[in-house]
Nanobody, 115 residues
Framework: QVQLVESGGGLVQTGGSLRLSCAAS????????MGWYRQAPGKQREWVAA???????NYADSVKGRFTISRDNAKNTMYLEMNSLRPEDTAKYYC?????????WGQGTQVTVSS
């Protein structure tokens, strides 16, 4: 179990950038599976990016080349750097850690990209 708090969301114009943070309540050193998801109104939650404890990353095709996921175990924090934002990126972004019964979710942070 771990409590997660996302921050860094906001309103940005098309082409702008935002850096989201996910602060964990305890050490994330031993947590391998970590990632970001997003959900827009009327749509299902979708996976955005993932990172392993070893720093290996994967991205959804829709954000590949524009977003960068990272983690700082010393700060118990995971990040999502978003560049070249588009209106279709507008959604509530959630961070997640663990798998199965150990899966945890934050409350989300809103990202709105104006056209």
């Amino acid at each position: 179990q771990v409590q997660l708090v996302e921050s860094g969301g906001g309103l940005v114009q098309t082409g702008g950038s935002l850096r989201l943070s996910c602060a964990a309540s305890r050490s994330i050193f031993s947590i391998n599976a970590m990632g970001w998801y997003r959900q827009a109104p009327g749509k299902q939650r979708e996976w955005v990016a993932a990172i392993t404890s070893g720093g290996i990353t994967n991205y959804a095709d829709s954000v590949k080349g524009r977003f960068t996921i990272s983690r700082d175990n010393a700060k118990n924090t995971m990040y999502l750097e978003m560049n070249s934002l588009r209106p279709e990126d507008t959604a509530k972004y959630y961070c997640s850690t663990g798998v199965g019964a150990s899966r945890s979710w934050g409350q989300g942070t809103q990202v709105t990209v104006s056209s």
